[in-house]
């Protein structure tokens, strides 16, 4: 069998003073394992060690215990990164570059040639819905159509994995919808996604399973329809799942 996509197990995260002292454990002790094809959302208020773990993921913090891995390699390898694309809550994109200038810069990065590049573009472009406005610079975008020249840029170099830090962030209904769909198309097209998001109701009928953080720890994890499933108003199913869980802490 193959190895999950993503394998964390006991992780930990101590943030630590000028003196070496422990200031804060933002990571207490997680396990999680996704597999491919997985919408994985992994929810919590701020504070919960959300974003700690991403960084964890991509390489970006060294654990202070415990390993991920992805792929079966460690994150920092770059074959496992070179098979990942990353969105952050906060896309900084240049406003005076159009979107399809955009991704190509992207996909320069990506050391595509130039003429793959931009047959790679077209096809993002068309792909996230932005086909009429790909000649038009993103500073006059909305937060919504920018979220998508972001997501475009992401998935330049076709990874197998894409994680997602808090996509919907700032977003209005409009903007959450078109970002949510654009994640069920691409969930569709077999790529593994993990989700952060403290937009509970958001990622409910997104996410095929999910795992809750509070205070550095998993307090529940499940498949989203079987958490719907067992509660008695579908609507707010996973974030009353959600509230029971942290009430236990």
Known sequence: MS??????????????????????????GIDLVVEKGD????????????????????????????????FGLPP???????????????SYLHP???????????????NLDRKTAKARTAELIEQVGLAENANRPVGGFSKG??????????????PELLILDEPTSGLDPIGTREVKELIRR????????????????????????????????????GRVEDIVAAADDKRHALEDYFVE???VQ
Request: hydrophobic share 45%.
């Open 186 to 221: 691409l969930a569709a097209d077999g790529l593994t996604i993990l989700v952060t998001s403290h937009q509970l109701f958001d990622m409910q009928d997104v996410c095929s399973r999910v795992a809750i953080l509070s205070h550095g720890k998993v307090v529940g994890s």
């Open 39 to 70: 919408v994985f959302g992994l929810l919590g208020p701020n504070g919960s060690g959300k974003s700690t773990t991403i960084k964890m993921v991509l390489g970006l913090l060294a654990p202070t215990s415990g390993s991920v891995k992805l």
């Open 96 to 110: 005076f570059l159009t979107a399809r200038e955009t991704v190509m810069y992207y996909a320069g990065l990506s």
């Open 245 to 247: 869980r942290l009430k």
């Open 145 to 158: 159509m920018a979220r998508r020249v972001a997501f475009a840029s992401a998935l330049v170099s076709r």
């Open 3 to 28: 190895a999950p996509v993503i394998e964390i197990s006991g992780l930990h995260k101590t943030f630590r003073d000028f003196w070496f002292r422990p200031v804060a454990e933002a990571v207490n």
């Open 76 to 90: 920092r390898n770059r074959a496992a990164r070179a098979r990942l694309g990353y969105l952050p809550e906060l």
